[in-house]
Structure formats: C-alpha cells, structure tokens
C-alpha cells in the first residue's frame, strides 16, 4: 500500500473588491453576479463555492469540477473579467428533488480562483437572506409561571404526586448522607456539573451544619429494584432523595437542580418515583462534515446528562476525514483532518479555500471520555463502513479494486467512495483500525456503519466477482452484509459489540450472523418491522428526531428537509410502539437523537438546532407513554420555563416565532424531497 501527499502549499489573496450577488428565481435556480470592483483584470478565473449536493449549469457557465456538493463555475466564452465588468450566469441542483429551502442552501464560503494559483475571498452576498432578516421581528414570549400546570422537569417523572406548599432553596442547603461510595460519587459528579452549568444547590460542604441553612436535602440508600431509578419526597423544611444505585443518586440530584432553576427555588412540595422507560437514550454528534472542538463536545456532553439522555454516538468517520487518531495508523488522521483548496478533500459545507478542521488525539479522546463517564454516558464512535470513505480511498488506494468500473456515485455526489472487502488492505487496515478504537473507548459497543452504499457499487469489480462466487453472495446487498459481518468478528475479539445502520442487515449470506445493536433511521415504520424481525433496535426516525432537519420552511432558516421540516412539536409527537403491539417494545433498546452537520459552519450553531428539540427527546427516551406529554404541552413549557433555563446554562436556542414573524411567501416554496 502506499500514500498519497494531500496536501501542498499555495498562497491566498484576500480581496473586498470582487463582489458576488445571489437570488433564486422562481425555478430554484440560483442567479448570481460576479462584479469586478478592483482595479485589475483576472484571467483564466473560477467561482468556487459549495451547497448541498451536486449543482448543473443552466445559463453563462460551465461545471469545471465538481465533487459532492463543490463546484468550480467557469465563463463559457470569456476568460478574462476586466474592472468595471460583471458575469451574470444561472446554475441550480442538478438533482430535482434538491429545491433551496433556505439560505444554508445557498453558495457557501465562495472564493475565485485566477490564472496564477492565488485565491481571492468574496463578499457573498445573499440577496433573499437579507431581505428577509432585515425586517424580522423578535416576538418575547412570557407566561404566569407560577399557574402553569406541568410540572416544569424535563423529562417528566414516572410519577408526580404534588402536596400544598413549597420548599423555598434559596438560602444555603444543609447536605446529609452516609459515607458510601456510590453516594459520594454522584453528589460529586452532579456537584461538578451544576458548577459548569451555573445551576450549582449544593455549594456548602456535604456533612456539616451550615447555621444559616433553612432547609436540609438528605440521601438515602435504598433498593428500589429498577435500574437508575430515584424518588424524591419535598416537605417545606426538607428534601430527601432515595436510590439503590449511583445513577439514581445522579439522576435524582440532576432533577433537583432543574425544579429548582424553574420554580426560581421555590419547588413545589410533593413525590416524585421515577425511573427511564429505555436504556438507550442518545445524541448523535456528526464531527465529520463540521469539526467541533473538544470544548464543544464536553459542552454537549453536559446538556445531554441535564436530560438524562446516557449515550453520546461519536461520528467521527466519513467521506470527508477520518477524524480519529489512533495508535495504529495515526498518519491516516492527520492525513485527512482537513480540506480546503487543492487538498484531497475540497472545501465542501462552506469551509472556504483555506485549510480548515482537525481531528482527535488520543488525549483528545480521553476528555470526551472522561466528562461522558462523569455524567453518567457512554461513547459510541462509529466507523462508516464500506461506503462514505471517500477521503480514506484518496489516501490509500489500494483498499479500492483498480479494475472496478462501477464508476458508483453516493447520494451526496462522491465518486467511487465505497471499500472493496476483496481487497487484501482493506481487511488489513480496517481491522487494525478497529482495533485501535476498541483500545481507547471503553464502552460496550462500536458502530461500523453500513448505510449508503452508493448505487451501482462492485458491479463491474471483478475482485468482488471472485467473492461472490466463493462466498455464495448474490448482489452488493449481500456483499455489504457479509464485509460488516466479518468486522462484527473483530470487534467481539475485543470484547466489544457491534452496531450499525439499519441496512447493515439488508443482504444476505451463509456466516454465522453475529448480533448488532440496528439503528434504524430510514423512517419509523422501518424501525418497527425490524423489531418485528427479532432484532434489537434503536428508533432514529428522521422524520422527527434528526435534527439537523429545518425547523421551518422560512427561508431564513437552516437545515436539510429530505426527511421533512422538525418543528418542536414532531419531537415527541410520534407513537414510540404501535398501539396494538406492545409487545414490540421488548425489542426497542431505545431512541437517539441525530445532528448532521452539513449546515453547520461554527460550532455554535449547533445549539440552537438542538435546543429546545432535545427536550422531546429526552420526554420520548426516558417518560412512560401514559405520562408523556404532548407537544404542544411541552412546547408551552420551554418557552415559558426552559428559555430561562437555557439562558442560564449558556446555551442559544430556536425562537420559532421570530421565523414565524419572518415569513416571506414570495420566496418560500414548499420543497419536500425524499432520497
């Protein structure tokens, strides 16, 4: 095998003086001016840019390259842009179901590139985006608190039962517990996480008697017999919290901690027995197409333990980097960690010409690891496996067949970005990968992927010809299967699990099928009849917990809608197990939630397509049907108590009605798609 060198040295100009205008016309396609304000001509020039998916011409351009959702535009004529002049030209998706929805939609990071290798930046300038952000109105949404019926905790108890009065928190809490280990480790560990999130009750020492304390909180160890369970029991003068687990002791400190933020201290008196519906309760983070920092994962890693949700799925491999760096094969890690102009990966997602990203070292790692075991969650990683390897086949070739003539394109417009399992490196260099990602994450499960294969893979490999017929495998489907089976083996050598995307079942071969932990993410039905098949499962619907789905239809927005527009409410309006098929929910491990970030460009952003959305995952992962609250009901409480909470805690959320005040019917066409 060898390696590619991808990356080379150019130097970049920055320039305010070439200016590029934008609007969508009423066909979607994108008209845009490039006007040369400078006082010099450019030859031989390019408009480089990246949206979504892959773009055609329609008028005054030509496609020059084009990979994923990057493009190069060239003038079909002219090769020179004198001062004083302007291009004007039309290009669009070229895939009918990709409409612009919103401005993320639009061309990002855009830069020119002229006939002397140098770059110049543009002034982008996004001519409906501003035009509806410049007369968009702040709605302030305020509400009685006080007579607001639901109880103000997220998610909500199994059982609530409320007595007259309150216990007034404010002044300093006297704390009592027994000197046991799992105690100590809990109130340390929700200690630790209130003083992070400025949500800190217990600020005294534990154990001894504050004079000034009014109220006194005391834990108690007791068998409750449901894992993770806790109650809590609320006079006027104290609060006690019972658990037969660390968990519990956790859980039910992180209860507290939120009543007290929203009642403004004064919570209500009463008993609260609760304990989670599922085991699984995650948050997917993609950390592939937008690189987070490792800050921004420890800041998300305490937002999910505030809503009890315990399992953190790390995408850390895809077509664009493989963000791991593991022991065996660093190089490939630093290798692909960032894109950006004339790099093995362009600058897709609106990263601009410049170098950007990253990836995670072992120390890294370890910091996520190590805030995740404090809160009470488990890591995931995933490796996306056989398709979405784009950038790892740019680095090392040899895991492709070089007589495939598949030519195979993913759905996201990637040429050729699928493992071949005939391959001898492939099998060589993935295991060793695994391997390396079973040494540093200590939890019980490895993802490997398996989703999106691109249509048309292996067909013409004649490698792939010679396993089928050795292995008694009779299309890709089956190929797939029997390669994600295989690395199932691997990963049980290391005493770890496997799990995977839904499709990773979808084939079939002759091996002893090992068990996976299936994703299903495709739609909900879908989910069901796994369950239905016999397999373990975790819900993902699209269609109401991917949120990296638009919030509204407003232009103004931003998100993807090929599942469909995920306004709160669709969080937790969704039947978890049919209605006349209880039984299903035994094959149900649980629900995760799923932010891509194909529309994030800071990490920032990533806060307000979670919050509030996070709230109804948390309500469907851990509440009982019969106490699960509508959404409606819960949208009324994070605006009314949860604003104030996420304000407090730091983070930005999505104010609907501020989009709502922003619509603009003249430029928001209905643009539902399905892949």
């Known amino acids: 095998m060898f390696y590619r060198d991808s990356v080379k040295e150019e130097k970049t100009l920055s320039s305010t003086e070439f200016v590029m205008t934008t609007a969508i016309n009423s066909d979607g396609f994108f008209c845009s001016k490039l006007i040369n304000n400078s006082a010099h001509k450019i030859d031989n020039f390019l408009f480089c840019f990246s949206v979504l998916s892959p773009i055609k011409s329609v008028e005054n351009c030509i496609v020059s390259k084009s990979i994923g959702g990057y493009s190069e535009l060239s003038h079909p004529t002219q090769s020179t842009l004198n001062p004083g002049e302007e291009w004007n030209f039309k290009y669009g998706y070229e895939y009918s179901r990709h409409k612009p929805m919103n401005h993320r939609w639009a061309p990002q990071g855009g830069f020119l590139k ?73 109130y340390q560990s929700a200690s630790e996480l209130g003083s992070r999130l400025n949500l800190n009750l217990f600020s005294g020492t534990a154990n001894e008697k504050n004079e000034k304390a009014s109220t006194s909180l005391k834990l108690k160890l007791q068998d409750l017999s449901d894992e993770s369970s806790y109650k809590i029991t609320i006079t006027s003068d104290d609060v006690e919290i019972t658990a037969g687990d660390e968990a519990g002791f956790y859980y039910g400190l992180i209860s507290l901690m939120q009543l007290a933020q929203t009642y403004h201290q004064l919570i209500p008196c009463g008993s609260i027995f609760d304990k989670p519906r599922f085991s699984w309760r995650g948050q997917h983070l993609d950390t592939v197409r937008h690189f987070y920092s490792v800050d921004s994962l420890l800041k998300l890693l305490d937002l999910m333990s505030l809503f009890k949700l315990n399992k953190f799925h790390w995408h850390g491999v895809d077509d664009e980097a493989f963000r791991f760096k593991l ?42 690891i190590n805030r995740a075991s404090a809160n009470y969650i488990e890591v995931m990683p995933e490796f996306d496996l056989p398709g979405h ?48 990602l079973c040494d540093i994450f200590p939890g019980e499960y490895i993802h490997l992927g398996g989703d999106e294969i691109a249509p048309g893979a292996w067909e013409k490999s004649p490698a792939i010809k010679v396993l089928k017929e050795k292995n008694k495998l009779n299309n890709s489907k089956d190929v797939a299967s029997w390669f994600i089976n295989k690395l199932s083996k691997r990963v049980e050598q290391n005493n770890k699990k496997t799990a995977s995307w839904q499709e990773a079942e979808d084939g079939q071969h002759h091996d002893e099928k090992l068990d996976k932990l299936l994703f299903s993410w495709q739609d909900l039905e879908s989910g069901f009849n796994l369950a239905r098949e016999g397999y373990q499962v975790v819900l993902c619907p699209a269609e109401h917990i991917y949120f990296d789905m638009a919030q509204s239809r407003n232009y103004a927005d931003r998100g993807a809608n090929w599942a469909a527009v995920v306004p709160f409410e ?27 970030c194909e529309t994030i460009l800071k990490d920032s952003e990533m806060e307000s397509m979670l919050c509030p959305r996070i709230l109804g995952l948390s309500e469907s992962a851990w509440t009982s049907d019969l106490n699960r609250r509508q959404g409606s009901e819960l949208s009324n409480l994070a605006k009314t108590s949860f604003r104030e909470l996420f304000d407090r805690i730091g983070w930005d959320y999505y104010k609907a009605e501020n989009f709502d005040m922003m619509s603009d019917p003249a430029t928001i066409k209905e643009a539902f798609a399905s892949e």
């Open 570 to 596: 669709s969080t937790v309006d969704w039947p978890i197990i049919p209605n006349n098929e209880p039984e299903l929910e035994a094959n149900i491990q649980g629900i995760q939630g799923h932010l891509w």
């Open 389 to 436: 390897n784009m950038s790892l086949i740019n680095l090392i070739p040899s895991m492709r067949d070089p007589e495939d003539k598949s030519y195979e394109v993913s759905v996201q417009g990637y040429s050729e970005n699928t493992l071949n399992p005939a391959m001898p490196d492939t099998f060589k260099i993935v295991e060793s990968l695994i391997d390396g």
């Open 327 to 368: 022991d065996r094969h660093p190089e490939i890690a630093t290798a692909t960690a960032k894109r950006g102009n004339n790099l093995s990966v362009p600058p897709v997602f609106g990263s601009g010409p410049d170098a950007t990203g990253g990836c995670y070292d072992r120390e890294d790692m370890h910091k996520v």
């Open 114 to 186: 002229v006939q002397n290798g140098n770059t110049i930046y543009l002034d982008m300038t996004d001519i409906d985006y501003e035009r509806i952000s410049s007369v968009a109105s702040i709605l302030q949404v305020s509400g009685d608190k006080f007579n607001y019926e639901s109880l103000r905790l997220v998610p909500h108890p199994y059982s609530w039962d409320p007595s007259a009065g309150v216990c007034n928190l404010c002044s300093p809490i006297d704390v009592v517990f027994d000197d046991i280990e799992i105690i100590n480790s809990a």
